[in-house]
């Protein structure tokens, strides 16, 4: 005699209560179900009514993955209310932990003129631009006001070399004060490497400070990108690299590249140039509209679906490298994967919701002004005042973190809550971004249907669902980004 029933008396027999989810028409027969953690399913077409109608048999095969993923439960259940709570709070507790990113543009100056830089920048030798010793020690103030344990410093220009001596005060005090605050300290400074000196480099090892520089392609490419006298911007960074690298150790030393006109053409070719500097990844990031590139009109240089061929070209090319063996990878997909795949939010600012603008990152001006972001300091710059959030010589950090200019711009850009974003079912990887949709449509919220935001990171997040379903080899090397992040 069996010591078991048929597997029919396991089955449920009760009907089933819907979870909170959303969905989207993914491509002519299928759709995308979405809930407020980041957990995704394809579904035919057709089971869409029957899920929504509570018509689903309680035997059909598809019953296991939708309870998995917290899509529906029956009422009895308490798990999956628990569960979905529990990685909504996983996702979410960066919020209390508040400002990690502190960045402090110690000069204006630059010795490079990019036609899409981001920042007015002022010609070398005017020194009236440079961060001064008590603006710093009002705005390292502020920064031990932030309750995380873990603060980083990120020194930006202009050229921050051009004021290595600001760099030096910064860390020292910041690391004396530290001594009481017991913080996770850490330090990065964006340079383009053309000035590194040996002596800057000795000071970086010996506080183990972090470079972030920008690598555009190969040499012509870079240099017609990024010019300045002597048209030598590849050879000094491809110099500073090599000199960082021996001197501070191979991670220290990371590429940042913007993507112009110039660039779609030649993705594979970007791609190679960092593969022969020895870079194991990449961020194919589009020009943004601020500062310099909005005045110039150079963002509008190609629009949404020219930069997704171009990322999707760029993307396919990385998989064939990884399925040859060559480890490498494109950090934004990464970090779009992590906010699909796992239950932790990886706090990348412009995928934040809400926005991390002000909360995430804040920005300290040479000047002493605070603005909630680097984006927000640009537009300031080119006139545009509107994420300005007080002056450290004028106002205490109550005043500025609760400046209506934050609040209001988080709030009202909260994606749960503003139109089309609050029914889209890619909103749990996406981000508010109310400084890039103020900067071009003169609203925080902005109009999604019209902006290339929205239009580029829906472009991506499909095309990532795509590859994620394409075979087990990309799968498996979107899972290892993903989990790398
Ligand atoms: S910006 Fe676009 S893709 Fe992002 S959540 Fe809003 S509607 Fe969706």
Redesign the pocket.
Known sequence: MSKFHGIGAYAPTHSYELLPFKFDRLNDKEYLLTNMVGEFLVIPEALLGDIVGHTLPLTSDWLPDLRAKQFLRFPEEQAPLELLALKLRTRMSRLAQFTNLHIFVVTLRCDHSCPYCQVSRQSEDKAAFDMTPEMADRALDFVFRSPNPAIKIEFQGGEPLLNFEMVKYVVTQAKERNRTEGRNLQFVIATTLSLLTDEMLAFCKEHQISLSSSLDGPADLHNANRPRPGRDSHQRFEEGLQRARAALGFDYVSALMTTTEKSLPRVREIIDEYLRLGFDGIFLRPLSPYGFAIKTKRFMAYDAARYLEFYKEGLQYIIELNKAGIRFSEYYSSLVLAKMLTSNDPGFVDLMNPSGAGIAAIVFNYDGTVYASDESRMLAEMGDPAFRLGNLLEQSYEEIILSDNLLDALEDSF?LS?P??AD?A??PY??A?PVYHHAVHKDVVGR?PE?G???R??GI?KHLIGLLRSDPETRQILTGWANRC
């Open positions: 994606t503003v089309m974003c889209c890619f909103e996406c981000g971004e999604k902006s935001f929205c239009s990171n829906m997040f």
